[in-house]
Structure formats: structure tokens, C-alpha cells
């Protein structure tokens, strides 16, 4: 088995190195993440600077880039091989309900999905790596059990799991989920610079707002390993026949198929 491993936090970020190590003892395993911490990037690619990778003296690879431009050089000439799983994380905090939309760590998987290989990001729920070891021996486990259950080498999927802070004998079983909802997020914050110029920093994410039974939010605060498959269609499949009333009015020129690709 030989995997690719990315994060956004940095490849000097001590989840990555934890899960390298784990890994390391099941798998042929390669290392190639950003320079420095870049959440919240995305699936971003940088198309007008250059991008450098420098190896590091533990061997990991890193690059002047996004977490998705990691996995892009990677499958696309760095390796000289195709991986048969690419692995994001461990992140420093949880990617859970809206946050998937907006993070690097799912963004580095979904990069290996959007190149037809299985791909899994790992997000610890609490910031602080507390149980760190334990959240490897976890993401460890899962990996093999895809393995052993030749989920591997098939069509392509993409799991977003987020892992309680716990020991690992603390942990409840894995919980499939979807996704469960923030409020909008806090305020911008502003300062004044030195020069007296207005600096902003975006600010913290919303609570939850829908964190009910069934929702990743729900099961992590109970103990669980949550489990989310993830998708790329944005298509709204729900309300095509609906826009077909506003987009296709009397007397213009429109064809409108409402079940290709229904419930993808």
C-alpha cells in the first residue's frame, strides 16, 4: 500500500508527523504539505507565482503553496507513481459542518478524489493536539480496515472524519454522519496599524446551529469517531424543476434535464 500525506497546518505541524509515524508502520508513505500553515485555503491552487519543493531532514517534502497545490505537484510529476490513498491531517481542530467548505485539510483529500483516488482527511474536534497518539493509532485503524475491506485501487471516494480528544480506549465506535450547520460567522475584527491604517482579521466561526442527532457535531460530543462521506456536485438537483419555472419563461428557448445525474 503506498499513501500520500498532506495537511494545511505545515509540514512541521506535529499532527502530520504523528500520523506519518503511524502510517509509516503499514504502508509505503511520502510526505508532501505546505511550507507553512495554510487553513482555511481550501482547494486553492496557485497559478501566477512559482512553487518550490524543498525536502526537509526528516525526509518530508514541503512547498511554497497550498495544501491542494501539495497533492497537484504530487500526483502530477513529483512522485513518478500513483498512490492508492491520499491522506490529509492530522488537523490542529475540527473540520466539521460547514467548515469543509472553507478548509485545507479537505481540500488537500478532495484533490486526491479529484484525481480518482480514494482520499480521507483527519481533523482532531479540539485545538491543543491533546490525544494526539491515540487520533493516529485511530486514522491507523481506519486505514487498514479501507484496506482490508478492498476499498482501495476501486472508484474514488472522499471521508472527512473528525476525531474526539480522547484516549483511545475512551473513544466510542465510528459514527456515519452528515454534516450538521454553523450560524454565520463572528464579526471582523479591526485594529489600527502603526501608520494608523484599519487592519481586519476575519473572525471566529459561528456556533453550531444545526448540531442535531445525526450531524457531526452531535456524535463527536458524545464520543464518537464521526464519519462523513463527501461529494463534489454542488449541482441543487432538489430544485432544477423549480428553476426551470423562472429560467425557462413562455416563449424562450430552453431544454432543462431534471434527472440527469438526480441524487449523484
Known sequence: MKILISNDDGYQAPGIVALHAALATVAEVEVVAPEHNNSAKSNALTLHSP?????????????????????????????????????????????????????????????????????MAFSQVDKGWGELEAAAQKAREMVLQMQAQQWLGGNPWLLNINIPNLPLEAMRPLKLCRLGRRHAAERVITQNSPRGETMYWIGGAGPAKDDAEGTDFHATAQGHVAVTPLKVDLTD????????????????????DVAAGAGA
Open 51 to 119: 512553487l518550490y519543493v524543498h525536502t526537509a531532514h526528516n525526509g518530508f517534502r514541503y512547498i511554497n503553496g497550498t495544501p491542494a497545490d501539495c497533492v497537484h505537484i504530487a500526483l502530477t510529476g513529483l512522485l513518478g507513481y500513483r498512490p492508492d490513498l491520499v491522506v490529509s491531517g492530522i488537523n490542529n481542530g475540527a473540520n466539521m459542518g460547514d467548515d469543509t467548505i472553507y478548509s485545507g485539510t479537505v481540500g488537500a483529500a478532495m484533490e486526491g478524489y479529484l484525481f480518482g483516488i480514494p482520499s
Open 237 to 256: 438537483h432538489e430544485s432544477l424543476a423549480g428553476w426551470a419555472t423562472v429560467c425557462c419563461a413562455s416563449g424562450t428557448a430552453c431544454a432543462v
